[in-house]
């Protein structure tokens, strides 16, 4: 799969599972993960792709469906891309927010905040902007 390096994963997930978005340990079994929500603690990010590869007018954007296996990078060297929940700017720090999109949020003592990547471009609501994944077990709480 695209994307992988020595610190990536392969696991089962649980949903449906999208390019560009973080994913976290699911609670419904041991090796298995979902998409990760507002508060989740980031597991790493999903890379590019289809599950419908070469079927391209089947393709409906999902990355890996329920019950297969999804690979998970992790790995801080390299270079993916995120879905934004909201506007970022260059150095923002990103947590996950529904359905595993990505939210820059001011790192201040107010409240918990996991975050998993580090925005490297300014972008908008929706786009896929590039990021730096936080190494593993690096996952920064602030609050």
């Not at 610190?7 to 390019?19: A, F, G, K, R, V």
């Not at 089947?58 to 296996?69: E, H, P, R, V």
Request: proline residues 6%.
């Amino acid at each position: 799969m695209p994307g992988f390096g020595e610190d990536s994963l392969s696991l089962i997930c649980t949903e449906d599972m999208y390019p560009f978005r973080f994913a976290a340990l699911s609670t419904s079994g041991v090796g298995k993960v979902s998409l990760a929500g507002n508060g989740s603690v980031p597991l790493g990010i999903t890379p590019a792709g289809s599950a419908r590869v070469p079927l391209e007018a089947l393709d409906t954007g999902i990355l890996a469906f329920n019950g297969s296996s999804v690979g998970i990078v992790r790995d801080p060297a390299k270079k993916v891309k995120l879905t934004l929940a909201a506007n970022c700017t260059i150095g923002d720090f990103l947590k996950p927010e529904t359905g595993g999109t990505g939210k820059g949020t001011p790192v201040t003592g107010n409240g918990t905040h996991f975050y998993g990547a580090i925005a490297l471009e300014n972008n908008t609501l929706g786009a896929n902007t590039t990021i730096d994944v936080l190494p593993a077990f690096g996952v920064y709480k602030i609050g």
